[in-house]
């Protein structure tokens, strides 16, 4: 299964806000009814299945990498449901997000496709790339690089950096201080039903 590139506005009526999709809202429909729901029973495979796809629409993936994480996750040590988050948290696309250098993790994968991203002062061009602790995430030195980066930080002026993250805004890089921690996970989501939806395939 590719990575969603339709409606992104269907998804998060349907699953919630989901930050790293899109920044945008819905606003409050008193009278909206999901048919497909109502005065029905819903299964307990369809409510993990709903908790997976959550999580790949958040964070962008593949129906391919996001159980190639989970295997990974299966096999480190620790909760296997924070193991995962921890994985996904430290993609590079995501923590552009998180540093507030791009709206949405779809944005922050175009920045690293089109090489304005350095880790420790080498081109990275990989989304998937996981970073590491002590590892310093800047902008290209190019006025297009910095420009882009300037006016998502105008546009982000309030967004809070999570604690395993520094920002220097006068240098325009980050700084991966330490592992994330699952307060920080700013995503409303039951991983442990996404480690059940996987239990039979890993």
């Given at each position: 299964m590719s990575r969603y590139r339709g409606p992104r506005i269907k998804i998060i009526r349907r699953s919630g806000i989901l930050p790293g999709l899109t920044s945008k809202i819905l606003k409050p429909k008193s009278s909206y009814i999901d048919r497909s729901t109502?005065?029905?029973?819903?299964?307990?495979?369809?409510?993990?299945?709903?908790?997976?796809?959550?999580?790949?629409?958040?964070?962008?993936?593949?129906?391919?990498?996001?159980?190639?994480?989970?295997?990974?996750?299966?096999?480190?040590?620790?909760?296997t449901g924070q193991v995962l988050l921890q994985l996904l948290e430290m993609r590079l696309d995501n923590t552009i997000f998180r540093l507030g250098m791009a709206?949405?993790?779809?944005?922050?994968?175009?920045?690293?496709?089109?090489?304005?991203?350095?880790?420790?002062?080498n081109i990275v061009d990989i989304p998937?790339?996981?970073?590491?602790?002590?590892?310093?995430?800047?902008?290209?030195?190019?006025?297009?690089?910095?420009?882009?980066i300037t006016r998502n930080l105008n546009l982000l002026q309030k967004f809070k950096i999570p604690n395993h993250l520094t920002f220097d805004s006068t240098q325009l890089q980050g700084l991966v201080n330490q592992r994330i921690h699952r307060e920080f996970i700013n995503l409303k989501i039951n991983e442990?039903?996404?480690?059940?939806?996987?239990?039979?395939?890993?």
């Open positions: 109502a005065n029905k029973k819903i299964s307990q495979y369809r409510i993990r299945l709903e908790e997976k796809q959550k999580l790949r629409f958040h964070y962008g993936l593949t129906e391919r990498q996001l159980l190639k994480y989970v295997r990974i996750a299966r096999k480190t040590k620790g909760s709206t949405t993790i779809p944005g922050a994968r175009q920045l690293v496709n089109h090489r304005h991203i350095l880790i420790n002062n998937s790339y996981n970073c590491e602790l002590g590892d310093i995430i800047a902008i290209k030195n190019n006025k297009k690089s910095q420009s882009m442990l039903l996404v480690v059940e939806y996987y239990s039979r395939q890993v």
